[in-house]
């Protein structure tokens, strides 16, 4: 059982996460418009991930006996400067969610909501690891610079990425995860 507050904070997280995930997907697309077809995948791959930080809440919801409550997505930024601009970004955004996540959690020990905060003990860690990645590819398009061969080469490896987290839902993302 989680209160009416925690249950309406959750939601609201579902909606950061899907708009994350429409954020990268909107980059996905202007990486392909831009030829950049590695970090186009790469970007797919992070819209994946995001989907499923939404779904895990959805279920942890809805195991909670509480409501799920969909409200419509703000439109992402449709088209970016470049790379370099992408991952700024992608930081920026990242820090964001680092900081509702903090929020949730405090909300969730202010509650003493022992449940919400070992869910929620996943998020945090996650949230260090999406820093850390977009902190390491900034500095290499940094290193980079103008190198043309130098971006193909980053571009290429980007590709590389595959999706590592579950793409269909009906058999739930907990249970897809190894989580029950
Ligand atoms: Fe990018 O971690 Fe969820 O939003």
């Given at each position: 059982m989680i209160s009416k507050r925690m249950e309406s904070a959750l939601n609201e997280q579902i909606n950061k996460e899907m708009f994350s995930a429409f954020l990268y997907m909107s980059m996905s697309a202007d990486c392909a418009d831009?030829?950049?077809?590695?970090?186009?995948?790469?970007?797919?791959?992070?819209y994946h991930e995001e989907m499923v930080h939404a779904m895990k809440i959805y279920e942890y919801i809805q195991k909670q006996g509480?409501?799920?409550?969909?409200?419509?997505?703000?439109?992402?930024?449709?088209?970016?400067?470049?790379?370099?601009?992408?991952?700024?970004?992608?930081l920026e955004h990242e820090k964001l969610v680092t900081s509702s996540i903090n929020d949730l959690m405090n909300l969730a020990v202010e509650e003493r909501d022992h449940a919400t905060q070992a869910?929620?003990?996943?998020?945090?860690?996650?949230?260090?690891?999406?820093?850390?990645?977009?902190?390491?590819?900034?500095?290499?398009?940094?290193?980079?610079?103008?190198?043309?061969?130098?971006?193909?080469?980053?571009?290429?490896?980007?590709?590389?990425?595959?999706?590592?987290?579950?793409?269909d839902f009906s058999t739930?993302?907990?249970s897809a995860m190894g989580g029950e």
């Amino acid at each position: 059982m989680i209160s009416k507050r925690m249950e309406s904070a959750l939601n609201e997280q579902i909606n950061k996460e899907m708009f994350s995930a429409f954020l990268y997907m909107s980059m996905s697309a202007d990486c392909a418009d831009k030829g950049l077809k590695g970090s186009s995948v790469w970007f797919m791959t992070q819209y994946h991930e995001e989907m499923v930080h939404a779904m895990k809440i959805y279920e942890y919801i809805q195991k909670q006996g509480a409501k799920v409550r969909l409200v419509a997505l703000e439109e992402p930024q449709q088209e970016f400067a470049s790379l370099s601009d992408m991952f700024d970004k992608t930081l920026e955004h990242e820090k964001l969610v680092t900081s509702s996540i903090n929020d949730l959690m405090n909300l969730a020990v202010e509650e003493r909501d022992h449940a919400t905060q070992a869910f929620l003990n996943w998020y945090v860690t996650e949230q260090v690891e999406e820093e850390d990645t977009a902190m390491d590819i900034i500095q290499r398009i940094k290193l980079i610079g103008d190198n043309s061969s130098g971006l193909y080469m980053l571009d290429k490896e980007l590709g590389a990425r595959t999706v590592s987290v579950p793409t269909d839902f009906s058999t739930g993302v907990e249970s897809a995860m190894g989580g029950e």
